[in-house]
């Protein structure tokens, strides 16, 4: 088990009366629980907790007038990461995949699997089925591309930056999706808190579809596995945005921080092992 | 009500061992029933049904071996087409958007209503909002895309249809979501039948979410309203695709068809008032 | 005849043993003569002078060691606008247009004028062909984007800047050209110093091929345009980029500066009455 | 000497007034020269011959009338490929490129060097420069690309190929003269005739600009280097497409053949060796 303390604290200008949608809380699952958390915002307001899609991602909703504001939020989470040997998950057969994964086949904003497609098996067509295949995938995606912050924005696909050659942990998390969707192997977009990140920042990494559930993936080996704390799970970042913003706000200030009370995480795991969620 | 007769023949070439995934059978909702329906593959073989997504789109699933087989499904529907005036149909305020509704105002692989942010409030922003605003839409998609069957294929999205000015009916139906959607209107792709087109064929529609639920549109102008027959609603085309296949085998000949039983199909409703549905 | 004072100075940091080839410095033509130029490179450079291109387009190549420079132009330059009666200017006939223009009906990097021939046709293959048929393009491109600083980047294509609605002067003139070589009509991209620009800056615009010779135009209607001064002519900007880098440097600091010694620049001319050039 | 026959046949059938502007026949260099052609129309027609372009690409104007007609040409080429030692030919320091020759660096409408920038350096940038580091581009484009015709159309860039993996000839060539413009090494788009090119057709290849000359490169391997007969060249498809059509005409036949005389081209030119041109 391994403690972490997550603490995430904005600060918005507001033009006009605006709606914001957050989504920066951590979910409750069998893998992670919350031991406390606790949100203020100053001034206080109203706020209206929702939780969408299939994975139960928790938006707070809340309306602001003009002026300043600050959200801040506080937890400490339970992580309980079960480590497998990753030689030994195998991909599910695609007529034993739930019905309620399929979607995670299917293309979407940033993942164009339907483009990749011949890419993809020219690549990991040959390899071995399984986790390691999707490690393989993993591990390509870190030579194709490199980190180079605002290399890439809002429109960016994996096809672009693939093209670029550059992005950030979520292009990283797009384009080695886009590859397992590529070759039927469901993959879904997680955001969420990470220890060991630096610099500390919300974090893009993602999961894929294997025997026995959902796997832990970063393409981006920047952070270990299991110190990663999700916030939500998507098809692809437009699915989890921290911010949805509807009126005029500008953000002043964003400090966001994961930190292990305990001292079970390893940097190695940043690329070793199987994690599995859920 | 409308009583209304469905048949798809659908034949193919197997030339491995492959599974099929169809998605051909129309859907139980409140606003359209099953009076009988009838699935024959020849030669006989085992399938599999699921429901998949929050829409309830029924998936058969089946597996081939090589040769040739075909596939038909016969349908009687009742409808029960809402007809409302569209002039009292306001858009729903965001903070009231049911949260299972807020998925579909995410950009989507074929709606990248992220990049058309800008033209959407030039176009329309200025404009009252509620069921004319989306009507507005589809009468300008129609006006710039014409209908050029072969002009567009399964990588076609929302913005290069735009460029382009043609497409087909699922292209109209791209871009009128992705308006919508940068409009901050929640707006899902429908699969269907449509009395009415011709040629006879699937069509792809669309449903906009407003007060009181979703309501019906098409671009295309090519059939009406209270004619068209749901299989299944997804955020784009990519959710809905009427055979996923795995393997290799090729489409012989595909023969779709929906007539009317009774009478009261008015081709007028093409463009004119509001249908809502479920 | 207008009499124009143009300067421009440049710094840059060099990080490490760089070539610069800078194309800032105005061309002689029958309807612009240079009075009078001055370079001033510091720390003292050798430099050649080089015409690059069928329009004489004049590039200065240097090579520079680490550390920091200047280079600072300055020219006085005789303007001789022709003016026209915009309504007697037709286009000219396929077959007339002289071999060394054809080249400018192709596509190019940032023109994709193949992508956009059924739009051009929609929007302005009913028109009169004309002079005032190629203002009607600039109007309407004029009308599509917004003026924003910062929108686009060096990849906007004509194609990108039309979805998302905003560019800055050198995405109008890439859009306005691309709209023109789709209707046939020959048109090249103008980089120069505008007076009455404001910010002072490098100035993008464009030149369509009608009966008689060139053509001035700018969408962005942001200066007159018997106040514009060449520096170069090519297929769009990637042909007239001011500063071309191979290695290492960074532009510290940049100042361009046109203003008129006569008093003949009226701002009217931004849209109004036509300009030849050459 | 390669003595080569070369004869293409064209039927069109002509529904309004149109005019066609062919670029079919072969031009004379000091590595190529024409002993004889022939222009054959049916019905006769009056023809405009126009040299267009730095290169000399030979257009044929004409107007034809609705109706059927044919074009036939037939020349015999004699060739003079100088042969080279790859490892002896280096690249051109970029002080040195002739001013001519600068804009085959810059990028095109099929071929955006500057988006595959980063790409290249990360593939190419440790190779030593010189005709061997353009051999190792066509050959990781060989192995990118996957030979598929109908796989790409007009509108396909050497980014989208990338990204498909598939594509036709002129795809290949696009593909490595943008990785060739990333490196700083000029590249334009050579049309030809192929002798030993299976399915005989107009052929893609292209021309890298390395110290002493131009160097022929064909990324696909489907026909010798000292075989390629030239037609025409530009920065890429767009400026030497075989045939421009302003109206409406089909195309109803096309028939391509080069064949050889005397018996000296070696179908492993196809990729040993260097061949300049020019």
Chains 1, 2, 3, 4 share one sequence.
Not at 35 to 63: A, H, S, W, Y
Not at 69 to 82: G, I, M
Not at 89 to 116: A, G, H, Q
Request: proline share 4%; with cysteine.
């Amino acid at each position: 088990m391994n403690l972490i303390d997550l603490s995430c604290n904005l600060q918005y200008r507001v033009h006009t009366p605006t709606i914001f949608m957050f989504n920066i809380s951590v979910i409750n699952t069998t893998y992670q629980t919350i031991d406390f958390e606790k949100f203020m915002i100053t001034p206080e307001t109203r706020v209206t907790f929702m939780d969408v899609g299939e994975k139960g991602n928790r938006i707070m909703r809340l309306q602001m007038q003009p002026g300043d504001f600050t959200l801040a939020y506080k937890a400490r989470v339970k992580l309980y990461p079960q480590i497998h040997n990753p030689s030994e998950i195998e991909e599910e057969t695609f007529e034993k995949i739930p019905v309620e994964v399929l979607p995670y086949l299917n293309p979407s904003r940033y993942c164009e699997s339907d483009r990749l497609a011949r890419l993809a098996m020219r690549e990991f067509g040959q390899q071995t089925p399984g986790h390691q295949r999707v490690q393989s995938i993993c591990d390509w995606t870190h030579a194709q591309l490199q980190y180079v912050s605002g290399s890439t924005d809002a429109r960016s696909s994996a096809c672009d930056v693939l093209v670029q050659g550059a992005g950030v942990c979520r292009d990283f998390a797009h384009l080695a999706i886009t590859l397992c969707r590529a070759l039927c192997i469901p993959a879904r977009y997680v955001s969420g808190y990470a220890v060991g990140l630096k610099p500390q920042d919300f974090h893009g990494f993602f999961e894929a579809y294997l025997k026995g559930g959902w796997y832990l993936f970063d393409a981006t080996r920047m952070a270990p596995r299991n110190g990663l704390v999700r916030i939500g799970a998507g098809r692809d970042a437009s699915d989890v945005s921290f911010a949805t913003i509807i009126g005029e706000a500008e953000l002043l200030d964003m400090q966001v921080l994961a930190t292990e009370v305990t001292n079970n995480i390893d940097q190695d795991m940043a690329t070793e092992q199987a994690v599995s969620t859920v």
